[in-house]
C-alpha cells in the first residue's frame, strides 16, 4: 500500500508548481493500479486548507473546486482509509453552501 502525503496531493492540483508533472503522473499511476492507495483524513484536510490558502498560493484553488479534488480522491476504488471519520460528511455539507 502507498500512503499518499499532503504535498504530493498539492503538486498534483497546482499545476504551476515545480513538481506537478511528476506528482500528477505518480498519483494516477497509484490510483490506476493494483494496491490500495492509502489515505488519511488529515491528509485530505492538509491538502484543503493548503490549496484554498491566500497566503500560499496569490490565486487560491476555489473552495468548491479543492473539495471536489479531495472528494474525487475519496471516492476512488484504491482508496483505503484505516479510520474513516466524519469529515467525509463534512466536506459533503461544505460542497453544497
Do not use: W
Not at 490506476?32 to 491538502?47: I, K, M, R
Not at 484543503?48 to 500560499?56: A, E, F, G, V, Y
Not at 487560491?60 to 471516492?75: D, G, H, Q, Y
Request: proline fraction near 4%.
Amino acid at each position: 500500500m502507498i500512503l499518499l502525503d499532503v504535498n504530493i496531493l498539492v503538486y498534483a492540483h497546482r499545476e504551476e508548481t515545480e513538481h506537478h508533472d511528476e506528482c500528477l503522473r505518480f498519483l494516477e499511476s497509484a490510483l490506476d493500479g493494483p494496491s490500495s492507495v492509502g489515505l488519511s483524513e488529515l491528509v485530505l484536510n492538509g491538502a484543503l486548507r493548503i490549496l484554498t490558502h491566500p497566503k500560499i498560493f496569490s490565486h487560491p484553488t476555489p473552495l468548491a473546486k479543492a473539495i471536489e479534488f479531495v472528494s474525487a480522491l475519496r471516492n476512488q476504488r484504491h482508496a483505503d482509509f484505516s479510520r474513516r471519520s466524519a469529515l467525509g460528511s463534512f466536506y459533503k455539507s461544505l460542497s453544497n453552501q
